[in-house]
């Protein structure tokens, strides 16, 4: 497993390492039930350099990204940022992104191990535009979790809007480190995130907790406020046998006003005239936390499968989230699932109509 460049940080306060897409990623601290709680009540800060990350330069770096992306682009304001999809040819997801806009370049922030892949796309479709892509490995995204997040930080610092939904973002210096700050919401939690230069990382993170004594939380935990809140998670609870209208994230992720991008006219086609037959959900579940890519059935019948799955803390409800076949995504219905145990559809994130009704 590849190291995260904190990681002698992480052993050294008691993280236990584990897997996350080739990578050794803190999971916990000792105590997921405390980090969930932390997260919930206060504020815990997270290594997130597990996340995949490039940089876009050159003048037509809009352009460009605009071209690929279910999101608006072009539009973007400098200090501001889109959330969005990388589409291919049939109009299918190869990636979900979010994508800060700086003075002269843009940040792609990626699910994690999809990074070389969606560089490859990108550089595929550069002929004669003036882009550069590059791994961003040279900035290291560290994440201010939870209620608390920005009262830590203002005595430091001026933060960035609080228009979560705009991913307002700054170039601020916090303890003599040139830092961009970002102000968004992270697995349904208020968050800043710190993009921190890699080189100066640890001594920066070093300072930042001996100032604040501010505690660490795991993926185990924002994971598990990712799935209580209901945030479908591309790799986990979608993939790339999904259009965009079946992720749950359409609403946010998708322009119909844009203008044309790759796989553009099968995803307005479905928005316009098609619908799609298949919905992302929320589900709750009896029998325990099932496992990725249960299948869930209705009358016997398969009618979908498991993505995430969490029990939460404190109160032990599993809950989770999976893609369903409109046969049984409405809210309501009991679903069975493989190995044993039961589930029932909480709430449908996917617009289920017939074809040509919109």
């Known amino acids: 497993m590849e190291p995260l460049p904190l990681a002698a940080l992480h052993r050294q306060l008691g993280g236990a390492l584990g897997p996350v897409s080739g990578m050794a990623v803190p999971l916990d601290y000792g105590s997921f039930e405390d980090e969930y709680r932390e997260l919930s009540e206060r504020v815990a800060w997270v290594d997130r350099g597990w996340r995949g990350r490039l940089e876009l330069s050159g003048v037509d770096r809009h352009r460009l990204l605009a071209g690929l992306t279910s999101c608006d682009v072009k ?109 968004h919401r992270l697995a349904g939690l208020p968050a800043v995130t710190l993009w921190i230069p890699a080189a100066s990382a640890l001594a920066f993170m070093e300072e ?95 009618v979908g499968s498991v993505g995430s799955a969490v029990a939460l803390p404190g109160t032990g409800e599993v809950l989770g989230l999976g893609v369903i076949h409109r046969q049984g995504a409405s809210p309501g219905t009991q679903l069975e699932v493989m190995g044993g145990g039961s589930a029932e559809v909480v709430a449908v994130l996917t617009e289920l109509r017939e074809q040509g009704s919109k």
């Open 75 to 183: 539009g973007l304001e400098t200090h501001h940022g889109v959330y969005g999809f990388f589409t291919g040819p049939q109009g299918k997801i190869l990636a979900d992104v979010w994508v800060l806009a700086l003075e002269d370049r843009l940040w792609l922030e990626l699910p994690p191990g999809s990074a070389t892949t969606i560089a490859a796309q990108i550089n595929k479709y550069i002929i004669v535009d003036q882009v550069e892509v590059r791994p961003l490995t040279d900035w290291l995204p560290i994440s201010l979790v939870g209620p608390g997040a920005r009262e830590v930080l203002a005595p430091l610092t001026t933060l960035p809007s609080e228009n979560e939904s705009a991913l307002s973002h700054l170039p601020v210096e916090i303890l003599g480190t040139p830092v961009h700050c970002v102000g």
């Open 208 to 302: 930042l907790l001996a100032q604040t004594g501010l505690p660490a939380a795991g993926w185990r935990a924002l994971e598990a406020h990712r799935i209580a809140a209901g945030i479908p998670a591309f790799g986990r609870d979608f993939t790339s046998e999904h259009f965009p209208q079946e992720s749950g994230r359409e609403a946010e992720g998708v322009s119909y006003t844009k203008g044309c991008y790759l796989g553009q006219e099968i995803v307005a086609r479905i928005h316009y005239r098609g619908g799609v037959n298949r919905a992302m959900c929320r589900v709750r579940f009896e029998g325990g936390v099932p496992d990725s890519g249960a299948v869930l059935s209705l009358n016997g019948k398969k």
